[in-house]
Protein backbone atom coordinates (compact mmCIF):
# COMPACT_ATOMS: atom_id res chain seq x y z
CA UNK A 1 0.00 0.00 0.00
CA UNK A 2 1.26 3.30 -1.63
CA UNK A 3 0.42 7.30 0.01
CA UNK A 4 -0.57 7.44 -3.64
CA UNK A 5 -2.52 4.25 -4.30
CA UNK A 6 -5.22 5.32 -1.58
CA UNK A 7 -8.82 6.16 -2.82
CA UNK A 8 -11.75 7.02 -0.21
CA UNK A 9 -14.34 3.39 0.21
CA UNK A 10 -17.15 5.34 -0.50
CA UNK A 11 -16.12 6.74 -3.55
CA UNK A 12 -16.55 10.31 -3.39
CA UNK A 13 -14.24 11.34 -5.61
CA UNK A 14 -15.35 11.93 -9.15
CA UNK A 15 -13.15 11.98 -12.08
CA UNK A 16 -12.42 14.99 -13.73
CA UNK A 17 -14.09 16.31 -16.34
CA UNK A 18 -12.16 15.05 -20.29
CA UNK A 19 -13.05 18.15 -22.38
CA UNK A 20 -12.49 18.63 -26.03
CA UNK A 21 -12.52 14.90 -26.77
CA UNK A 22 -14.59 14.82 -30.04
CA UNK A 23 -18.80 15.36 -30.12
CA UNK A 24 -19.62 11.87 -28.43
CA UNK A 25 -18.43 13.15 -24.97
CA UNK A 26 -20.80 15.94 -24.43
CA UNK A 27 -18.21 18.68 -24.42
CA UNK A 28 -16.38 18.10 -27.59
CA UNK A 29 -15.76 21.20 -30.02
CA UNK A 30 -15.72 24.46 -28.20
CA UNK A 31 -15.09 22.50 -24.71
CA UNK A 32 -17.87 23.94 -23.11
CA UNK A 33 -16.18 27.29 -23.25
CA UNK A 34 -18.94 28.66 -25.95
CA UNK A 35 -18.33 30.03 -29.29
CA UNK A 36 -15.87 33.25 -30.21
CA UNK A 37 -14.58 35.44 -27.80
CA UNK A 38 -12.16 35.98 -25.20
CA UNK A 39 -13.31 33.37 -22.79
CA UNK A 40 -12.70 31.30 -25.40
CA UNK A 41 -9.28 31.68 -25.60
CA UNK A 42 -6.16 29.92 -23.88
CA UNK A 43 -4.62 32.05 -21.28
CA UNK A 44 -7.67 33.90 -20.52
CA UNK A 45 -8.20 34.63 -16.90
CA UNK A 46 -11.43 35.87 -15.91
CA UNK A 47 -11.57 38.36 -12.56
CA UNK A 48 -12.94 37.13 -9.57
CA UNK A 49 -15.45 40.08 -9.20
CA UNK A 50 -16.30 40.35 -12.90
CA UNK A 51 -20.16 40.32 -13.75
CA UNK A 52 -20.71 39.39 -17.31
CA UNK A 53 -20.39 42.91 -18.82
CA UNK A 54 -23.28 43.75 -16.15
CA UNK A 55 -23.07 47.03 -14.46
CA UNK A 56 -20.69 45.77 -10.92
CA UNK A 57 -22.00 45.91 -7.59
CA UNK A 58 -19.72 48.64 -6.98
CA UNK A 59 -20.78 51.13 -9.27
CA UNK A 60 -24.39 49.91 -8.68
CA UNK A 61 -24.45 51.47 -5.50
CA UNK A 62 -25.06 54.73 -4.41
CA UNK A 63 -21.16 56.44 -3.24
CA UNK A 64 -21.38 57.67 0.69
CA UNK A 65 -19.89 59.60 2.92
CA UNK A 66 -16.44 60.92 3.16
CA UNK A 67 -13.37 59.29 3.87
CA UNK A 68 -10.30 61.79 4.71
CA UNK A 69 -6.92 60.77 3.39
CA UNK A 70 -5.25 63.00 6.06
CA UNK A 71 -6.77 62.08 9.60
CA UNK A 72 -4.93 61.32 12.32
CA UNK A 73 -6.08 58.72 14.90
CA UNK A 74 -4.96 58.81 18.21
CA UNK A 75 -4.86 56.48 21.04
CA UNK A 76 -7.16 57.99 23.52
CA UNK A 77 -5.82 57.65 27.39
CA UNK A 78 -7.86 59.34 30.28
CA UNK A 79 -5.57 60.87 33.38
CA UNK A 80 -7.79 58.94 35.60
CA UNK A 81 -6.42 55.77 34.07
CA UNK A 82 -2.82 57.16 34.29
CA UNK A 83 -3.20 57.83 38.04
CA UNK A 84 -4.27 54.13 38.55
CA UNK A 85 -0.99 52.53 37.48
CA UNK A 86 0.66 54.58 40.49
CA UNK A 87 3.84 55.34 38.70
CA UNK A 88 5.82 58.44 38.52
CA UNK A 89 7.07 58.62 34.94
CA UNK A 90 4.32 57.27 32.35
CA UNK A 91 5.22 57.43 28.50
CA UNK A 92 3.08 55.31 25.21
CA UNK A 93 5.84 52.11 26.30
CA UNK A 94 4.53 52.10 29.52
CA UNK A 95 1.06 52.78 28.48
CA UNK A 96 1.57 49.60 25.91
CA UNK A 97 2.94 47.37 28.80
CA UNK A 98 -0.35 48.06 31.12
CA UNK A 99 -2.64 47.61 28.46
CA UNK A 100 -4.25 51.21 28.18
CA UNK A 101 -3.25 51.29 24.66
CA UNK A 102 -2.50 48.56 21.49
CA UNK A 103 0.62 50.40 20.02
CA UNK A 104 3.46 52.37 21.30
CA UNK A 105 4.48 53.57 17.87
CA UNK A 106 0.69 54.98 17.13
CA UNK A 107 0.42 58.51 18.53
CA UNK A 108 -1.20 59.03 21.84
CA UNK A 109 -3.21 61.59 23.38
CA UNK A 110 -3.92 62.53 26.73
CA UNK A 111 -7.95 63.79 27.80
CA UNK A 112 -8.79 65.31 30.87
CA UNK A 113 -11.47 62.74 32.48
CA UNK A 114 -11.01 62.42 36.07
CA UNK A 115 -9.29 63.72 39.03
CA UNK A 116 -5.08 63.90 38.91
CA UNK A 117 -4.00 64.19 43.06
CA UNK A 118 0.20 62.31 42.17
CA UNK A 119 2.43 64.15 40.73
CA UNK A 120 3.61 62.30 37.47
CA UNK A 121 5.45 62.96 34.47
CA UNK A 122 3.62 62.30 31.24
CA UNK A 123 5.22 61.86 27.55
CA UNK A 124 2.86 62.08 24.84
CA UNK A 125 1.76 62.96 21.49
CA UNK A 126 -1.13 65.77 22.41
CA UNK A 127 -2.55 66.50 25.94
CA UNK A 128 -6.29 67.98 25.50
CA UNK A 129 -6.35 71.60 27.44
CA UNK A 130 -8.27 70.05 30.56
CA UNK A 131 -5.66 67.20 30.67
CA UNK A 132 -2.28 69.84 30.32
CA UNK A 133 -4.02 71.91 33.50
CA UNK A 134 -4.70 69.27 35.80
CA UNK A 135 -1.63 67.60 35.10
CA UNK A 136 0.96 70.83 35.93
CA UNK A 137 -1.93 71.61 38.95
CA UNK A 138 -1.14 68.34 40.63
CA UNK A 139 3.05 69.09 39.92
CA UNK A 140 3.54 66.85 37.13
CA UNK A 141 4.58 67.36 33.49
CA UNK A 142 2.96 66.97 30.01
CA UNK A 143 6.06 66.51 27.48
CA UNK A 144 4.68 66.62 24.10
CA UNK A 145 6.68 64.60 21.54
Known amino acids: MKLNSLS ?9 KRVGRGHG ?3 GKSAGRGDKGAGQRSG ?3 RAWFEGGQMPLARRLPMRGFHNLFKKDFQIVNINRIEALGL ?4 AQILKENGLIRSALKPVKILGNGDMKSK ?6 VFSKSAKEKIEKAGGTATVL
Not at 8 to 16: A, H, L
Not at 88 to 91: A, S
Not at 120 to 125: E, H
Open 88 to 91: KEVN
Open 120 to 125: IDITAT
Open 8 to 16: PINGSTKSR
Open 44 to 46: FKR
Open 25 to 27: SGL
